[in-house]
């Protein structure tokens, strides 16, 4: 009979190999659900893994979604890390591409270089802004920062929806619900010529590194990763839990909407009501799949952007609903949970020895 | 106020707040033994899409519910396996739930998009529906309203009055204590989380059916985090849930009364679309206030994996 171990000690080892096996079992549960669909597993897992990365235009597609779910996913990292559960990255996306959307209309005419970086601030101190909310409330009324989070990601959207069907519809835009395009002066430059690649993913790259410097080399990194690992240490030490609940939660705000900033200024080029796809949503998926590490989470965001293009070319060559991309990465995730019963367990066959 | 208008709004009221004391009282129950779901919200939409798809197809409302409420139990037990069995991080479960139901739903339920079911005739109940005003409101409604005044009390009846419940809320307290008497733990909490699954998938299943009988990808609307919101807010009291969800009912309802009033105001309609949202936010400020209503009422053992030693 099988059963499980305690091991002396968590295992590092199998905390660097559960992804890899949630990625595989995911796969594996990808070729049976298209087995079920009746549709060829081989050639659904082609069209998944392997057609969006056969050329440099694919390649640059999937670093352009994976540019918005590295940067959510680093900010929500640092968070996670001290047990702090934003899990509102979507909506303080959304307020990020609002806060870079007001500068670039504001500032529609002009062809001064400061636009871009003003939207970004703009983007990151809405985002933070909208994050605050559930950090004010959590640390000044103990208010539960996921269930506040998350209700203002459904207030976010709806706040989208009454700016682009409202005072920010683009009067000459036949009532659709969007803004007018942005001015040259506030699109991010194109990296490599021939595709949509853009300047927001070397940001991205940017805020890896600052995310790693932050959490494995400054001092209150190290306080939040000991707030998360062993709560009552870091209170016998004295570390401020507000504190860490503030940046925790700003840092993800901030990030997510530098990530909502380069969405609208890159391939959108202006601000719609389905401006975001589930990013911030899918980035609490590529926290974790990426071990909260900033070089786990690039390899996760590569993975979950090879997700949301499979989807979409599922749907282009076999007709299933794009949707089935949530559902995979639901699956991953359930996966790398299940996985990692293996830091803490080994499998034993044999009875229990007393 | 005319009498005409209360007694729709408060007919609307109930309509309304009857998914949200189902799907509470199923987590109630969940977190009484010590589990928190987070997947309320896909397990709701999980049940929608299972129901609509079997009354679709069989015509009867009632295999409908039946199929939301088994398909909202099948992926309550991958939760309940990832976190009893494997003890998996709960709130990571949870989360991962919600992704996995809210994407299903929206997976198997593309095809019927566009369809509309035929309405659910309510069901009168006799001479007491022909009371002035709150007749017509409260005892010409769908059998689902009913059933959840009687899943109230049955929960009432479980949790306080029997033996089951008291060990349950034992699990939910000090799980080794239940362990070191002979309770078997995890047998009790998988029972719970499928109770959870059951309730949400039969208030997914009141929306797609009988509520609005139609499927809309993201019809759930935040509902099963609304509930769970709920739970707190009610301190983890049957009671309060039922209160906490008419309020509820009634702040949507509210809100679409005066969009559908074509009365002039000052504000756009997506700041009344979020008033319920913030509602559940002030909801959890009021009452999270006082971190020790908290700590006294929660189950002290709540999102916390448990597995027996020896």
New interface residues.
């Given amino acids: 009979m099988l059963r499980l171990e305690p091991r002396p000690e968590a295992s590092r080892l199998m905390s660097y190999l559960s992804p890899l096996l949630a990625a595989v079992l995911t796969l594996m549960a990808g070729m049976a659900v298209f087995s079920m669909l009746g549709k060829d597993p081989v050639e659904g897992l082609r069209l998944f893994l392997l057609n969006p990365v056969k050329d440099l235009y694919g390649v640059s597609e999937l670093l352009l979604k994976a540019t918005p779910l590295m940067l959510c996913a680093i900010g929500l990292a640092v968070g996670f890390r001290a047990n702090i ?1 934003n ?1 509102g990255a979507e909506g303080q996306f959304m307020l990020g591409t609002v806060g870079a959307t007001g500068v670039a209309l504001y500032f529609q005419e002009s062809d001064s270089s400061l636009i871009l970086p003003t939207m970004v601030f703009a983007g990151a101190l809405a985002g933070a802004a909208w994050a605050a ?1 559930p950090a004010l ?1 959590k640390t000044r ?4 920062e ?3 989070s ?3 990601v ?2 976010a959207q ?2 989208v ?2 700016l682009v ?2 005072p920010w519809k683009d009067p000459d835009g036949f009532n659709f619900p969007q803004t007018a395009m942005f001015g040259d002066h506030a699109l991010l430059p194109v990296l490599v010529e021939g595709t949509r690649l853009h300047f927001g993913f070397l940001i991205a790259l940017t805020a890896l590194l600052a995310g790693y410097a932050f959490m494995n080399r400054s001092y209150t990194g190290f306080k939040m990763r000991v707030a998360g690992e062993a709560a009552d240490a870091a209170r016998y030490a004295g570390f401020s839990a507000n504190r860490m609940i503030w940046i925790g939660l700003l840092t993800g705000g901030a990030a997510a909407g530098i990530a909502g900033m380069c969405e609208v200024a890159g391939p959108m080029g202006q601000l719609t009501d389905k401006v975001s796809l589930g990013y911030g ?1 899918a980035a ?2 590529v926290a ?1 799949v990426g071990r909260l590490n900033p070089v786990g989470i690039l390899f996760a965001s590569l993975l979950m952007a090879l997700l949301y293009i499979g989807g979409e070319q599922v749907q282009q060559y076999m007709n ?2 794009s ?5 995979f ?3 991953l ?2 996966f790398l ?2 996985s ?2 293996f830091i ?2 080994r499998l034993k066959f044999g009875r229990a020895t007393a | 106020m005319d009498a005409s208008l209360f007694t729709s709004m408060l007919f609307a009221t109930v309509v309304a707040g009857t998914p949200l004391i189902i799907v509470a009282l199923g987590l109630l129950v969940n977190e009484k033994a010590g589990v928190l779901n ?1 997947g309320a919200e ?1 397990m709701m939409a999980m049940g929608a899409v299972a129901a609509f798809a079997v009354t679709h197809h069989s015509g009867s409302p009632w295999l409908g519910v039946m199929a939301g409420m088994a398909a909202a139990m099948a992926v309550s037990l ?1 939760f309940g ?2 976190t009893l069995t ?4 709960q ?3 949870g ?3 919600s ?6 739903s ?2 198997i339920g ?1 095809p019927f998009e566009s369809i509309a079911l035929p309405a659910v005739p309510p069901i009168r109940i006799p001479f007491i529906a022909d009371l002035p005003l709150i007749g017509e409101a409260l005892y010409n409604q769908q059998a689902l309203v009913y059933l959840s005044w009687a899943l109230f009390w049955v929960v009432v009846w479980f949790l306080y009055r029997s033996r089951a419940g008291l060990v349950l809320r034992a699990v939910g307290e000090s799980p080794a204590s239940a362990h070191a008497i002979g309770h078997p733990v995890i047998l009790i909490r998988y029972l719970a989380v499928l109770f959870g699954g059951a309730m949400a998938g039969m208030g997914g299943a009141f929306l797609s059916v009988f509520y609005t009988p139609m499927w809309v ?1 993201g019809m759930v ?2 509902r099963g ?2 509930a ?2 709920l739970v ?1 807010f009610a301190t983890w009291r049957p009671l309060r849930v039922m209160i906490g969800a008419y309020l509820f009912g009634g702040v949507m309802i509210t809100q679409l009364f005066i969009q559908g009033s074509g009365m002039q105001l000052d504000f ?4 009344l ?2 008033l319920p ?2 509602a ?2 002030i909801v ?2 009021v009452i ?2 006082n ?1 020790n209503t ?1 700590r006294l009422n929660s189950p002290m053992s709540l999102g916390k994996p448990y597995r027996a030693e020896g």
């Fill in positions: 559960w899990i909310i409330l009324f103990n208010a539960n996921i269930l506040v998350l209700m203002l459904y207030v709806l706040f929806s009454w069907f409202g949503f609490i998926i974790f299933l609903p949707s089935i991309s949530l559902v990465q639901g699956l995730l359930f949970l299940g990692d019963v803490h367990y | 987070l896909g991958i396996f990832l494997l003890q998996a991080n709130v990571a479960a989360l991962a739930l992704i996995f139901g809210v994407g299903l929206a997976f593309k990808e609307a935040g985090w609304i769970l919101a707190v756009p309609a997506q700041f679309s979020s949202y913030w559940t936010i959890l400020v999270s206030r971190v908290i």
